[in-house]
């Protein structure tokens, strides 16, 4: 909607155009004109144009007399870049003179004179061929070329009475007050305060420009900042700037304003007015300069470049310093000539002006640029940011996330902060590298960094990036063997999660990384670590980036443990990211002396942050005594810049004195504490007794190797899980101490047999004991924003203070200062960390199967697979001694069965069974404290250690999966959600958007060759126990004795074929025993399960588990020699002669071979009409060097 000339007002903000739907505008763009102008004179060409010359070709007058006095024509230039002078006549004497004048800086005043005198003259003869029809470009012209803006034009009077301005009226930064006031006020009452501004100045209206941007950078917050902070682009139309050689920024401003208002340049007033002697001309010039940096908008500069006189030698001097002053000396401006004198450079009669079609095509990218500001995704483009992104965990750290009060100003104060802050000419393109020593508050001091400027410049619309990196070198991104530990980080994380938070605010960036997304490639992964990194650097950083988003933060927080060939791979790319880019860059690694870039701003923290150690010590010591200054001098030297240190010290002696410890006591602990973090450790963990250090040990196995964060009720279980004595299990059973899972017990049984001095029963207590045994070095962390208070103990998640605590202990330091000392006696001599922390995982793997063999799941994995859906249990209830279900998880438990063994469906129906079928899975998962971990994260602790990614023990993986009828094999895979071993593994390497990929993906990498083991098991796993009682006959009378179907004594080929072939994995250590097996369950029905070496003494009317008459002291063994026999034995009730097949492992005396398979037993029980049953049970096999004979008779 456009409005009609006449109703444009003089002074005062006047709207030209709006689009129909007010909603639809993106930019409000703003003239402003300079002294003596006026909203539409100033910006309309025609014939009331004084100054406008004719080129040659639209001349057709008549030469007058006064024209024939020039000697030469002045030439009319085409529109260029160029920043050179305009073309003078080549006169040898008026060359010399105007030199000679420029150099004087002033004019006689006939010269005035004659200028006065000859210019109307000159003019005359101009009007005569510049006949152009009237055009008022911003409204004729504008609106077409910009349909999506909102113009207006704003205007102010400067009163003139013959020839000379009046006193006493507003000066130009009084009009700069008026406009940002009247901008505002418009702004607010339409509703459109975040709407970007584009100004269009012309000559001293620049100056109005500038100053209104200073003062509303003055405001803290409002309507007068959004105007800054909305600002998308400026244009100066001949606007005065600097000085040059050949005259002062005053002589340029008085110059065009002379010109605008039509008065003596040397006019005091006009001088005052025009601010060409105020200090504040050159404070607004300096203060634009800064902002123009600061906030990154777009700036369009357009110089004059016709002379009216070539003859009169102050015209060309006075065009020409002019000219010089009229742009800024940036290459970002892009400065260009148009072919005007100075009064008409703003004027254009067509949309075909050169200097129009350039000032069409700046509005027409600064438009673009909004409106991809506020660019929604595509579906092809969240298709593609799902493929880039990959979720993983990350440990953050819970020590204070805040600063502490006081601190980190230092940082704000110096040279180096405030040359990258505010991006000074020589330091635009440089990134600040804060370098510090472990401890030191490099995170702190980042994060810090961050909430400062984003509560400077959230509102300005910056970008704020944030991203962790990690790594030894990226040559484990592109050989996976190299990769030294299976914690390390993935280190090319750092460089796609900067690609996926730049994609949507960077065009070009998208446009890319979708051609590659829709590029044919033969893996299943789109955007794998090589593709992400090789894309970075030798694509994305290599060219000149720009993005819609006028200012963009990059943090980046570099682990400590980080090697320096990373860090300084990291830092050169980021270098180059910063060089191509208006990225404001800032990196916080650890201090590696021997890496230097110059692309970088450095800081070393340790060196700078004594000031703050001090105050915190001097504020939090509660020491009285007269000394006490001296004692926080002593801390802070001794803390060498590390706050760690000094605040873990701090909160030592502050303990002590409050049990009261005197004066001499703190010194001679001072004396005695290590000077550097981790010797601070050692010594902290040398204080427990050798029953601590072995709980503590077991703490930390679960903390530090967790996979991901643990929450407390999870670790809670897991501690009772542990084996106390790990130690004494490796020397023992070796690396296949992993797989030693023993039989069957629930977590009440547990808690009875290990861990029973750790008598927590609530999280609270267990948080305190926690706290005890990490000595500190443990807090916890909520998931809420609302704090650790509001959430419930139980679900926080357990996490060191600090990433120095994690980088202790994967060095094996930690480890080793805690198995010194446990409940099984000293560790092994010469155990390297690698091994260390290998023992640790065999420890988790086997607390892991112990929990998944418990009988509080036994009803878990009883039915069939169909169609690789889960396996669904038959109706049990699990015991709720430790698991503390709700009612609904144990109705979801119960459910199952009949959810999967209902009969056909439609494919609807069965569409919204699978559904509810994982509903009450992942009910059943949350509802068990760690059994979610343990079924995560069970493959990752398997191949954690060395060994077992490359030698996996195939054979006893599988017999111990395969124990007790598949038990640990059909649990697993039914909570894991399928048994199809290419599913299974599918689901430990690949990740969604919303899904973290597990821990294990990086460990089943075909490097290592533990994924095909791994599946060649699961197959031959997922075979056998296909049936619903697997390879093992039912041994009642119906069951068939021939076939496949069911195997009896009278076929054993059969079964012989179906057994499992030796995997072609390396020989287990021949001092590693085998893990103990289990014997399937013989038939359906009510089943009575015994468990260990036993003869029975059962109660016939009472078919109770023999495990727990066991425990109750009613059970015993009667064989004196040692078997490891398999431990559960499922006999029906009421007792009957079974005949069938066993398989498992039953080693006979002295012999450590297994017992191979087709071991033939018998069972017989007698009732002896007392209500007891007499049963003896006999096994004959053969193992190795003969025959093994084993009954098992009544006890007396």
């Known amino acids: 909607m456009k409005v009609n000339e006449d109703a444009i007002s003089s002074v005062g903000l006047s709207l030209l155009y709006e689009p129909d739907e007010p909603v639809d505008s993106v930019v409000d763009i703003i003239l402003v004109h300079g002294l003596g102008g006026h909203p539409v004179r100033s910006w309309k060409s025609g014939t009331q144009s004084p100054t406008r010359l004719a080129t040659p070709s639209t001349s057709t007058a008549q030469p007058t007399s006064s024209r024939r006095r020039l000697k030469k024509q002045p030439p009319v230039t085409p529109l260029r870049r160029s920043n050179s002078e305009p073309l003078l006549v080549k006169e040898d004497q008026l060359a010399r003179k105007a030199r000679s004048l420029g150099r004087k800086n002033s004019l006689k005043s006939t010269s005035r004179l004659k200028l006065a005198e000859l210019i109307p003259a000159e003019t005359e003869a101009q009007d005569e061929v510049a006949q152009v029809p009237e055009v008022y470009w911003p409204l004729e012209m504008l609106p077409t070329s910009c349909p999506k803006a909102r113009i207006f034009t704003w205007g102010y009077h400067t009163l003139v009475v013959d020839k000379k301005p009046l006193r006493l009226q507003n000066d130009s930064f009084a009009h700069a007050k008026d406009l940002v006031i009247e901008v505002a006020t418009a702004r607010t009452t339409n509703g459109a305060l975040a709407r970007p501004i584009i100004f269009i100045t012309h000559s001293t209206g620049g100056l109005l420009v500038k100053e209104a941007l200073r003062i509303a950078e003055a405001e803290r917050d409002g309507p007068l900042k959004e105007i800054l902070q909305s600002t998308a682009g400026v244009v100066f139309m001949a606007c005065p700037h600097r000085m040059s050689e050949r005259s002062s920024l005053g002589d340029a401003i008085k110059s065009m304003a002379s010109v605008t208002l039509q008065v003596d340049p040397n006019d005091q007033v006009l001088q005052e007015l025009s601010g060409a002697k105020n200090i504040q001309s050159e404070i607004g010039r300096q203060a634009f300069l800064r902002i123009w940096n600061d906030y990154n908008f777009k700036v369009k500069t357009f110089q004059e470049s016709v002379v009216l006189s070539y003859r009169l030698l102050e015209v060309r001097v006075e065009a020409t310093a002019r000219r010089l002053a009229s742009f800024l000396g940036d290459p970002r401006e892009a400065a260009e000539t148009i072919s005007a004198t100075h009064g008409d450079v703003c004027r254009f009669s067509s949309s075909n002006d050169s200097g129009y079609r350039s000032l069409g095509l700046f509005l027409g990218a600064v438009i673009r640029s909004e409106e991809d500001r506020k660019h929604i995704l595509t579906a092809k483009e969240t298709e593609c940011l799902a493929a880039l992104v990959r979720p993983h965990h990350t440990f953050s750290e819970t020590h204070p996330a805040t600063s502490y009060p006081g601190t980190c100003l230092w940082l704000y104060d110096s040279t180096d902060f405030q040359s990258w802050h505010h991006r000074s000419e020589k330091n635009k393109h440089k990134i600040l590298w804060i370098r510090g020593e472990s401890g030191c508050g490099k995170t702190i001091l980042l994060r810090s960094l961050r909430r400062r400027l984003e509560r400077q410049w959230a509102a300005a619309g910056a970008s704020f990036i944030w991203t962790s990196a990690e790594g030894h070198n990226t040559d484990t991104i592109f050989f996976p063997g190299t990769r030294r530990q299976q914690h390390e980080i993935n280190p090319a994380n750092a460089y796609r999660s900067l690609l996926a938070q730049l994609f949507p605010q960077d065009p070009s960036l998208r446009q890319s990384l979708l051609k590659l997304y829709h590029r044919p490639r033969d893996k299943t992964e789109m955007f794998d670590d090589q593709l992400v990194v090789s894309f970075f650097a030798d694509h994305y950083i290599d060219q000149k980036i ?648 009544k006890m007396v």
């Not at 072995?694 to 407390?712: C, D, G, H, K, T």
């Not at 039912?1034 to 054993?1052: F, I, R, T």
């Open 546 to 1193: 720009e993005t819609p988003t006028r200012r963009t933060f990059i943090f980046v927080d570099v682990s400590d443990d980080a090697g320096p060939a990373y860090v300084q791979e990291l830092v050169c790319r980021l270098s180059q990211l910063a060089r191509n880019s208006d990225f404001t860059i800032c990196i916080a690694s650890a201090h590696h002396a021997e890496l230097e870039e110059s692309g970088t701003l450095s800081i070393v923290m340790h060196l700078r942050n004594s000031d703050d150690i001090l105050r915190y010590i001097n504020l939090n010591l509660i020491a009285e005594w007269e000394e006490r200054n001296q004692t926080v001098m002593t801390i802070g030297q001794k803390a060498g810049g590390v706050f760690l240190w000094a605040e873990i010290v701090v909160n030592i002696l502050n303990a002590a004195i409050a049990e009261g410890a005197s004066e001499e006591m703190i010194e001679y602990t001072l004396d005695e504490v290590p000077g550097h973090l981790h010797g601070l450790y050692e010594w902290m963990l040398a204080t427990l007794n050798e029953r601590e250090k072995a709980e503590s040990l077991m703490l930390f196995q679960w903390v530090i190797l967790a996979a991901e964060p643990m929450r407390l009720n999870d670790l809670f279980v897991a501690i009772r899980l542990t084996e106390p004595a790990p130690f004494a299990a490796y020397e023992h059973l070796g690396h296949l101490m992993a797989l030693s899972v023993g039989p069957p017990s629930s977590m009440r049984e547990l808690r009875q047999l290990r861990n029973s001095e750790i008598t927590s029963d609530t999280p609270y207590q267990f948080h305190r004991w926690l706290r005890a045994r990490s000595i500190g070095l443990l807090e916890l962390k909520t998931d809420s924003r609302q704090g650790v208070a509001n959430e419930s103990w139980g679900l926080q998640k357990v996490q060191p203070i600090h990433s120095s605590v994690r980088s202790f202990f994967h060095s094996g330091k930690g480890f080793a200062c805690l198995a010194d000392a446990g409940l099984a006696g000293l560790a092994p001599q010469g155990l390297s960390p690698e091994v260390s922390i290998d023992l640790s995982h065999y420890s988790l793997v086997r607390a892991c199967l112990t929990y998944l063999n418990m009988r509080d799941f036994e009803n878990l994995g009883h039915t069939r697979f169909h169609d690789k859906r889960p396996i669904s249990p038959q109706h049990h209830h699990p015991s709720p001694s430790i698991s503390q279900v709700t009612s609904p998880a144990t109705t979801s438990i119960s459910n199952l069965s009949t959810l999967v063994n209902s009969p056909a469906l439609s494919p609807q129906e069965m569409y919204f069974r699978e559904k509810t079928f994982v509903s009450q899975r992942n009910l059943i998962m949350s509802s068990y404290p760690f059994l979610q971990y343990a079924v995560d994260n069970l493959l990752f602790h398997l191949l954690s250690p060395r060994f077992f990614r490359y030698f996996l023990p195939q054979h006893e993986l599988f017999v111990c999966l395969s124990a007790n009828r598949f038990r640990l094999w059909r649990r697993w895979t039914s909570l894991v959600g399928t048994a199809d071993p290419v599913q299974i593994l599918h689901k430990h390497t690949a990740g969604t958007a919303s899904e973290t990929p597990n821990a294990a993906a990086a460990l089943l990498s075909p490097v290592f060759g533990a994924r095909f083991r791994l599946e060649r098991v699961f197959r031959k796993l997922n075979r056998l126990s296909s049936g619903p009682i697997g390879i093992f006959p039912s041994a009642g009378p119906k069951s068939p004795v021939k076939g496949s179907g069911g195997l009896g004594l009278s076929d054993s080929r059969v079964a012989s074929s179906r057994m499992p072939r030796t995997p072609r994995t390396p020989k287990t250590p021949p001092n590693s025993a085998l893990p103990t097996s289990a014997i399937p369950d013989t038939g359906a029905g009510p089943e009575t399960v015994i468990t260990g070496f036993f003869d029975q003494h059962l109660n016939a009317s009472t078919p109770t588990s023999a495990t727990a008459a066991a425990a109750a002291g009613l059970w015993a063994p009667t064989i004196t020699s040692h078997f490891q026999m398999p431990p559960t034995i499922s006999l029906p009730v009421p007792p009957k002669t079974r005949r069938g097949l066993l398989t498992g492992v039953v080693p006979s005396p002295g012999d450590t071979a297994a017992l191979a398979a087709n071991t033939r037993y018998s069972r017989t029980s007698t009732d002896t009409g007392t209500g007891n049953v007499e049963s003896s049970t006999r096994i004959q096999g053969r193992s190795g060097g003969g025959h093994v004979k084993v009954e098992l008779s």
